[in-house]
């Protein structure tokens, strides 16, 4: 786990980042100065010891499982014909998928600082960011997450770290591939406010998850592309999003890349502007 001084690192050059594009945050930039201070208090700190020690739990994980490859190597959408199922040790699998623990640190942040009702997670894994996102919801008091992972394995492994946690309330993993998961997902847990973007890293896949996805935004939500850095898919996606689509603000932090929502009458202008991006 990182030390102290080097979240203090990763915090001054994420301060950097929200000083240099201060004027593109708009109505979000002192709530994200907030978030990128990455201060714990002594009840956020307590809840990060508990999701330490699940990480360190995980990454030393000799357990083999069988799993299937739903990630950068898919085409289209459906598996390709060498991502059949495999086995991996669950610490490769940590130390392959999981959000580190500054990134960790910076959603369990956002959460906090943006108090959101409803959350969206695309890509669940072992469960490790959701951890930081559900902790975060227990500490506001309030809202959910609902999590899709396209592996069985794992989202049954995801389910069962956060009700180690005592987070079952919180948080729900759904099984399935996105595509297939998102019709019935997005009216029964919609308005959004907050939506983490975590799996699937193509260009043309990231566009139509979001397309789907804005039409179930409340104003001003928050949408949070992971891996804008060093996947240029996912980097062409968004900065595709930030200039075709109406926004709020945006924010550009290499690892994560922000893109928040009208903050009046988003489906509305979403419904206009219904195919600016996917073609
Ligand atoms: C980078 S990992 C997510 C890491 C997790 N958010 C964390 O930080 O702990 C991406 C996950 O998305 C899943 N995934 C990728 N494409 C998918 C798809 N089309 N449908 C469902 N799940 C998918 C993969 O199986 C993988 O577990």
Not at 10 to 29: C, D, P
Not at 120 to 129: D, I
Request: charged fraction near 25%.
């Amino acid at each position: 786990m990182p030390s102290t001084s080097s979240f203090g690192f990763f915090s001054t050059w994420l301060k950097l980042l929200v000083s240099r594009q201060h004027r593109m945050l708009g109505g979000h930039a002192e709530a994200l100065k907030a978030v990128v201070s990455l201060k714990l208090s002594p009840d956020e700190h307590e809840a990060e010891v508990h999701i330490n020690r699940m990480r360190a739990e995980l990454e030393a994980s000799r357990v083999l499982i069988q799993m299937q490859d739903f990630g950068a190597g898919t085409r289209g959408n459906v598996l390709s014909s060498e991502s059949k199922p495999h086995e991996r040790r669950i610490s490769e699998i940590y130390k392959r998928a999981a959000a580190p623990p500054s990134w960790g640190r910076f959603m369990f942040r956002l959460v906090r600082a943006l108090k959101p009702q409803s959350v969206l997670e695309l890509g669940t894994n072992l469960g490790v960011s959701a951890l930081h996102i559900a902790s975060a919801l227990e500490i506001n008091g309030d809202g959910k997450l609902v999590s899709i992972e396209g592996d069985p394995t794992l989202s049954d492994i995801a389910r069962e770290n956060l009700a180690r946690l005592g987070h079952e309330g919180r948080s729900s993993v759904l099984t399935g591939r996105f595509d297939d998961v998102l019709p019935d997902c997005l009216p029964q847990n919609r308005p959004f406010d907050l939506v983490f973007i975590d799996g699937h890293h193509e260009e043309a896949a990231t566009l139509r998850y979001f397309e789907t996805i804005k039409l179930h935004l409340t104003p001003g939500a928050c949408v949070a592309f992971d891996d804008i850095e060093p996947f240029r898919p996912v980097r062409k996606a968004w900065k595709r999003i930030i200039a075709a689509e109406p926004h709020s603000g945006t924010l550009d932090l290499y690892g994560i890349g922000l893109w928040f929502a009208p903050l009046s009458s988003t489906k509305q202008e979403s419904d206009a502007k219904a195919s600016v991006v996917v073609q």
